[in-house]
């Protein structure tokens, strides 16, 4: 799944830390949609354009467009190639192209962005710029644009990172065991159950992906298995279970206050044998005989 | 008719009227006002509007919130001039079918709509609205669904806790007749001819400000202010706070805003802990709050409140909102796991209900309530319903047969472990029917009467009660 990560479109967010960095998964996405033939633009903000661009083949390397927002961020060089707006008007401007067929988008850092401008700003833009082609009617993959955003999360506070991820469409989470990384994807659709998937991969030095399983044979239930399911009938003093033969009785146990029908006809029915209802009576020690005075049996 | 001979010699118009005055009516005394003729064009009647009614208990007049089991709960539906906030659930799966219910309601009864929205077009959101369930399909529809769930354990009417049957259940099998509720089909789209016939209005946050203009450093963020323009404008153009007389019939505004305070409309709530601008959406819901109550309208509001880092502003929201019921999904969470809530999808909290002219609310008493989405259907149940299928897990399961079985388990030994709580039971259960009168008279039997009675038996009135009611202990 983590190869048709970019097929769904919208807001992919790489979370990373720094045990399990994701700039490496970030080339490696970029490399997967350059070679479909898709639009790639890249903001680099974090590192410099050679860094990024390194590892890469020249076919790849041309097919890259690289908006350099690390050398000069605040543009005080003012030259012309500059692109006026910062990064958010790089974005503005890659969504007006009326080219048609895929983009890809790679934001390298979502976290600059973060702490260079404000959140709602940010989130404003991503939106904007991933759901540029919702436009009624129209559901052909021409301007489909995939965002690829890199997050390291240590940075944030919960409050953006949560922001951010409400806006995603896929969320990656890296992490790893034993030197063997993994990617947690987080798959929301807009009106279903989200999906979640752990990938174990490697990215080879070309910068392919290299899907693998998990580093050993463990695997683990997907319930806590230090809890195991707790059954209560155990270890009391009294008796839960029945017996099928006390099943049976109870099944054919006919309550007090259940009416059926035999009983109501022999309720109804006089019993054979009997003109007048006789009632056995013993009087008790404590009995009132008399009838009339209730107060009979106190000693006054 | 002593008057009338007494002032007869007074002004003659006047003994005239007199006279026929007292000949129509007892007094001379005559109602002004309309005559209870039934005319429709005179007098104060009610204000009858479709697809609403008044609540039984404080005469406010109710919208249907689209679920008839919501509407239950928040007893009778939701009063117009009020607002709805539903925390949305974490991954915002079920929060959107409640407001699409909403506006579905408005929809069918003819309610003009109002969808705000920063996230979605707000003609994309009117076309996914459910269709609502008709008559005739609907009761074949509740039957398949209801057989389809059926487990082997469910079957086993319930024998001893037979007074559980009687409890009402939480939501009626079938469309309500009088056409205040209606059910809706969540797999299925409104026929496009009800959209095209319905009057609604449209607010999408991006078309509204499409420049990116510098924030004025005033106390709302400009998103909400540019919404709460495009509300009172509708509001008096289309009369329904009554500043306009209007001709036809009055009508009811629902308005529906979807995740308000999350950072799409502007708002960094949901950013930081610390925020700048903090009272930007309290501000915003109170000013609300004055239009509606001015208004023939409803609202309601989806917000996005897991997200909210301080927990003080969403204790301000809540107080400034009406009702605020809030979603969580079992998604993701340990309860998923939970053999209690496996059938459900998630639960249900009615956090605060409004006292409307009313010193008391109606809070129902169940608090223990969970959602789940059936193939099509949205339905509200009570947990604990759970266990009254199963009935075994509240009784165990050799009780009643101990007391009434011969050959019960005592002889093969099975329950001879019993406890004293057991023992104690079952001689509380016989003492206990030893005090219920089957509605015999005394005379009848001799031994129905107890002789452990506890003091001195006084008699109210010095004489013997005739009828003593059926738990009749003497005090």
């Known amino acids: 799944m983590l190869d048709s990560l970019l097929s769904l479109g919208g807001l992919v967010l790489l979370r990373d830390s720094v045990e399990w960095e994701g700039r490496s998964l970030l080339k490696a996405l970029v490399k997967k949609s350059a070679l479909c033939g898709e639009q790639v633009h890249i903001l680099g903000c974090e590192v410099s354009e050679e860094e990024f661009r390194e590892g890469f083949d020249s076919d790849i390397n041309n097919r890259l467009v690289y908006h350099d927002f690390f050398r000069d961020p605040l543009n005080w060089s003012k030259t012309e190639e500059a692109l006026p707006g910062g990064p958010l008007g790089a974005l503005r401007a890659i969504c007006k192209r009326t080219d048609p067929g895929p983009v890809t988008i790679a934001l390298d850092s979502l976290s600059w962005l973060l702490l260079h401008l404000p959140c709602t700003t940010l989130c404003q833009a991503l939106h904007a710029v991933s759901h540029q082609d919702s436009c009624p009617g129209d559901s052909s993959p021409v301007g489909k644009v995939s965002v690829l955003g890199l997050l390291h999360e240590e940075l944030h506070g919960p409050g953006p990172v949560g922001a951010l991820s409400s806006l995603a469409q896929t969320e990656v989470t890296l992490g790893g065991r034993k030197g063997q990384a993994s990617a947690h994807i987080l798959c929301r659709r807009p009106r279903q159950r989200p999906t979640d998937q752990t990938q174990w991969f490697s990215i080879l030095p070309d910068f392919s992906l290299d899907l693998q399983e998990g580093p050993s044979v463990e695997s683990q239930p997907c319930s806590d298995p230090h809890i195991p399911p707790v059954d209560p009938t155990t270890h009391l003093t009294f008796n839960l279970h029945l017996s099928k033969k006390e099943r049976e009785a109870r099944d054919s146990l006919i309550l007090p206050f259940q009416f059926s029908s035999e009983k109501q006809q022999a309720l109804l029915r006089p019993r054979p044998g009997q003109a007048t209802s006789h009632i056995f009576y013993e009087p008790d020690a404590y009995d009132d005989l008399d009838q009339e005075d209730p107060d009979d049996d106190l000693d006054i | ?475």
């Open chain 2, 1 to 475: 008719m002593a008057a009338v001979a007494s002032c007869g010699s007074g002004a003659g118009s006047t003994g005239s009227a007199v006279a026929t005055a007292s000949k129509s009516n007892v007094t001379s005394f005559q109602k002004r006002g309309p005559r209870a003729s039934g005319t429709n064009d005179s007098g104060p009647r009610l204000v009858s509007i479709a697809g609403t009614r008044p609540s039984v208990r404080n005469g406010q007049l109710l919208v249907s919130t689209g679920l008839p089991a919501l509407d239950q709960l928040l007893g009778g539906g939701l009063a117009i001039g009020t607002v709805l906030l539903i925390e949305e659930d974490k991954y915002n799966i079920y929060s959107p079918l409640l407001f699409k219910c909403f506006l579905a309601e408005g929809i069918v009864n003819g309610h003009t709509l109002l969808v705000a929205s920063a996230k979605e077009d707000p003609a994309n959101i009117l076309q996914e609205l459910p269709a609502p369930l008709l008559d005739d399909n609907s009761k074949k529809e509740f039957d398949e669904d209801v057989y389809n769930h059926k487990t082997p354990e469910s079957n086993i009417k319930m024998k001893i806790a037979w007074r559980y049957q009687l409890l009402p259940k939480m939501e009626q099998i079938g469309p309500v007749s009088s056409r205040f509720g209606h059910y809706y089909d969540a797999s299925k789209r409104i026929p496009q001819e009800l959209i095209e016939a319905s009057n609604w209005h449209g607010f999408f946050l991006p078309e509204k400000i499409s420049s990116t203009l510098k924030v004025e450093p005033c106390s709302l963020t400009p998103g909400y202010i540019k919404l709460l323009q495009f509300i009172q404008n509708i509001i008096s153009e289309e009369g329904f706070d009554g500043s306009n007389p209007q001709k036809k019939q009055r009508n009811v505004l629902r308005i529906g805003i979807q995740n308000l305070g999350s950072p799409l409309w502007g708002d960094d709530i949901c950013c930081a802990e610390n925020v700048s601008n903090s009272h930007s959406l309290t501000k915003f819901l109170y000013v609300l709050r004055g239009l509606l109550r001015t208004s023939l309208s409803a609202c309601i509001i989806t917000m996005p409140t897991h997200l909210i880092q301080n927990k003080a502003i969403i204790a301000r929201v809540t107080n400034l909102s009406d009702i605020v019921i809030g979603l969580e999904s079992f998604i993701g969470s340990e309860r998923e796991t939970n053999p209690l809530y496996k059938d459900y999808h998630g639960l249900i909290h009615i956090r605060q209900i409004p006292r409307l002219n009313n010193l008391i609310c109606d809070e129902s008493d169940v608090k223990d309530l969970a959602f789940k989405l059936k193939r099509k259907l949205f339905t509200i149940e009570w947990v604990q319903d759970n266990y009254l299928r199963q009935e075994r897990n509240i009784y165990p399961p050799g009780f009643s047969y101990l007391l009434k079985q011969k050959d019960s388990a005592w002889g093969e030994g099975s329950l001879q472990h019993s406890t004293f709580l057991m023992s104690f039971l079952a001689k509380a259960t016989a003492f206990a029917s030893r005090l219920v009168r089957h509605s015999e008279p005394l005379k009848q039997t001799g031994s129905g009467r107890i002789h452990q009675a506890a003091g001195p038996r006084l008699w109210h009135d010095g004489r013997r009660q005739e009828a003593p009611g059926l738990l009749g202990i003497p005090l």
